[in-house]
């Protein structure tokens, strides 16, 4: 940066001093590229992307975190305005300021640490993106197969960690509902409606001989328990891999971790009435109006395709990009 402070003499220097100045600038330039020139125009990308690429999970978690804890999702470029329509809904809640983006991909990365520095995090490898989107496929099962390292990760660096999905807006702050201190707290995925005071224990198994925990809302602190069911998620993950017949995605392995470590570890059900599947909260308007706000996140699943959850989301006044796009930290995207 030392050419910046001398920028101001170089209209006092001969022509050919400028040329020297000018010839020199570009032989470092050549030999040093990562020195970044002010002189040509200030322009620097090539040195923003060279930092972004080497910012690392433990240096975005420590930069983000508040009291200790932070909000983490996983996007790949796509589903930028899905990120975007959740980070309003956080804003609204004044809970933005620390959310990681874990970008999937580096056109992700890059975009988020632009518009906002400091959010995004791309922890490598960075799968194939265009294989990565498909519900059901081995891409995207590969994709989600990641998840439970990375929160494994962060409760190694000894933070609280809450996991969203971006198909999800908040309508109130969910962190006054994680009362106690309980290892792993998750939502049911049910459709079936619930008592308003039911039990808070991990649900009996259903049909399949598992439980249909969400793998979409997760909150974790950084104690023994969590690890240990995120490192039973990633060992079922390893025992079942994906088939083109089973078209498996990561929920089960979940499932069957918090069924096997039931015993050992403090499991904590949120309320269904302030966390719904998306089963429940768009297909039963009865329900809806009888809990009329006591809803806190809304999950938009229980269907599948991009545009379909747009409209979804659009039909039920839950979709803010178009309209409140400069209340997300990142501007429309
Ligand atoms: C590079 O810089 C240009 C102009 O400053 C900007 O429009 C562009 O978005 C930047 N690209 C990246 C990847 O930061
Ligand atoms: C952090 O904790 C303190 C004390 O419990 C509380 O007053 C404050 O609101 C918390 N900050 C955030 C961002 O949650
Ligand atoms: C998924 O991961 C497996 C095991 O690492 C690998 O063999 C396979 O090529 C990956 N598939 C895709 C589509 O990324
Ligand atoms: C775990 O799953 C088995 C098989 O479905 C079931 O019998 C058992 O009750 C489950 N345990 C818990 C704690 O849910
Ligand atoms: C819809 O909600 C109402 C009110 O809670 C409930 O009585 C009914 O059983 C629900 N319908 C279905 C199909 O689950």
Known sequence: MRLRSHTGSISVLSRSGLAILLSLTVILGVFFPWINFPVFGGNNNESSLTKWKEYTLAQAVSFVAKNQTLIVCAVSHPYLPFLNNWLISIS?????????????????????????????????????????????????????????????????LGYN??????????????????????DVYFTDDMIAVKPLKHSSDLPPPGKKGRTYICSCMIFLRP???????????????QGQPWSRKAKSNDQPAFNWALNKTAGQVD??????????????????????QETKGQHVIIHNNYITGFDKKIKRFHDFGLWLVDDHAQESPLGRV
């Open 223 to 237: 104690t023994s328990g969590a690890k240990q069911v995120m490192k039973k998620w990633i060992e079922e993950l």
């Open 161 to 182: 960690v809450m996991y969203n999905d971006v198909d999800m807006v908040w309508l109130a702050d969910p962190f006054q509902y994680l009362q106690g201190q309980h």
């Open 267 to 288: 499991l904590y059900l949120l309320p269904q009435v302030a966390f719904p599947s998306g089963g429940l909260y768009f297909k039963n308007q009865t329900w809806v």
């Open 92 to 156: 609204r809640q004044k809970q933005q300021d620390r959310v990681l983006v874990i970008a999937e991909d580096y056109a992700t990365l890059y975009e988020v640490n632009q518009r906002w520095p400091g959010h995004a995090v791309l922890i490598p490898p960075a799968p194939d993106d265009q294989t990565a989107h498909k519900f059901g496929s081995e891409g995207f099962f590969n994709f989600t197969s990641r998840r439970p390292r990375h929160l494994l990760h962060i409760l190694e």
